[in-house]
């Protein structure tokens, strides 16, 4: 069926599994406060009565559990917030810039421009302030003292913060199914827990990290990555398992399965373990669990192996269940325990990250004639920035402590 074929090929092409993106966030410009003056029937000037701006969004990334990848900003890679609103007269306020909620799966990392980790988003509901809204220019209502009763300036808002963010998502599974090609662990995540991961008897069937959920009969749950095959080589990307090997960085346990019909399972075993060494980040040393599968074919595998990190060796068949009721209660009870927190200290649910620390808490005032800057002295950059947010045009007047100059 030509129509099938082509509609399967175009949902492929459309959602594969993706755990990186890269994304532009640009925050909200805080809103100006107003330069106003009360207007009274019989009185000609009265006094301020300009109102504040509203400050500008934010961009947020949330932890969503629902999510399964980073696919959604494969389209979507430049993402502003709104702008504040302007102040008004009457002492009207400006209002708040809308926030932007970026959804992202848990276990999403947050990486700055120099590629340093800023944020981890390990827990589901966690939040990050990608870029901050601007603040609010504050209306020349604030500005009148008993010595300046017509204060004729108002603050202007101030940009919102910009950066590039790189997002990596590293799958967050109590365990991970690793092994190679065609060694029966989609087979095995497919006979334990709710995931349906494809299963056929030729490499690499499984393309991209599925995750499972396994019920324990005492209401207990855990999360099972199945992880595409590792051959030799892959910790220098030869096949599919490098792009990969990261996802199991975070697991508390590897489940090694192991084909023992095709022969040699000690030799088998070596050859996916180098591979745990030569990527590193701790891999080979992980506690391990290893599944001999397919003794329906092969009754009696040997595994000639001393090792202090695997915990148990399971023979089993995935074809006839035989084994898998004793695996699977095993499962459960040697899984390494969720480290606690050091006493005193939680994981903040809420992290700011600040992609360009605000060096200098400078303001602009908008007065008749142009700008006026004031409080600590700007750098160049960030001043022509504010400058032009602020909307400052050639020729307009900037005053900066007692010197005067023209905007270009
Ligand atoms: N006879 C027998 N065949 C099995 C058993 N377990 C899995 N298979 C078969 O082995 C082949 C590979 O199984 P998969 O579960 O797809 O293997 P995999 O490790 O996920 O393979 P990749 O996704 O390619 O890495 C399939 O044809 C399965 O039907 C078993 O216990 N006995
Ligand atoms: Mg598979």
Not at 340 to 347: I, N, R
Request: with cysteine.
């Amino acid at each position: 069926m030509p129509g099938k074929t082509s509609r399967d090929s175009r949902r492929s092409r459309e959602s594969p599994f993706s755990d990186r993106a890269r994304i532009h966030v640009v925050a909200g410009r805080g809103g100006d406060g107003a330069l106003s003056f009360r207007r009274e029937k019989h009185v000609p000037r009265g006094g301020p009565d300009g109102g504040d701006g509203g400050p500008g969004g934010s961009v947020v990334l949330v932890a969503d559990p629902e999510l399964r990848d980073l696919s959604a900003f494969r389209t979507r890679r430049w993402i502003a917030a709104g702008k504040g609103g302007h102040g008004g007269g009457s002492g009207r306020h400006g209002a708040a810039g809308k926030d932007v909620d970026l959804r992202v799966p848990v276990g999403t990392e947050v990486r700055d421009d120099a590629g340093e980790l800023a944020a981890d988003l390990a827990r589901p509901g966690a939040r990050v302030v990608v870029a901050s809204g601007g603040a609010a220019g504050r209306g020349n209502r604030h500005f009148a003292t008993p010595t300046r009763r017509t204060p004729r300036f108002a603050e202007v808002g101030m940009p919102g913060e910009e950066a590039d963010v790189e997002l990596h998502l590293k799958l967050l599974a109590d365990a991970a199914l690793v092994g190679q090609p065609n060694a029966g662990k989609s087979s095995l995540l497919r006979r334990i827990s709710n995931a349906k991961p494809k299963v056929a008897d030729y490499p690499f069937t499984t393309l991209a990290p599925v995750l499972g959920t396994v019920d324990a009969p005492d209401g207990r749950q855990l999360v099972v990555a199945d992880v595409p095959g590792l051959i030799e080589g892959a910790a220098e990307g030869l096949g599919l398992g490098h792009e990969f090997l990261a996802h199991l960085e975070r697991a508390r346990m590897l489940v090694h399965v192991i084909d023992a019909a095709a022969g040699d399972p000690t030799g088998r075993f070596r050859s996916v373990d180098d591979e745990l060494s030569a990527y590193g980040a701790g891999l080979d040393e992980l506690p391990q669990i290893v599944v001999l599968n397919k003794i329906d074919i092969a009754p009696d595998p040997m595994l000639d192996l001393a090792d202090d990190r695997i915990l148990a060796v399971f023979p089993l068949s995935c074809a006839t269940g035989a084994g898998l009721t004793e695996f699977q209660r095993s499962l459960f009870a040697l899984i390494p325990p969720v480290p606690e927190p050091p006493v005193g200290e939680s994981v903040p649910d809420y992290l700011v990250y600040r992609p360009k620390p605000r060096r200098a808490a400078f303001r602009i005032l908008r007065t008749d004639r142009g700008f006026r800057v004031v409080g600590r002295a700007p750098g160049e950059d960030e001043l022509a920035d504010a400058l032009r947010t602020a909307g400052a045009r050639e020729g307009d007047e900037v005053v900066i402590g007692d010197e005067a100059f023209e905007y270009r």
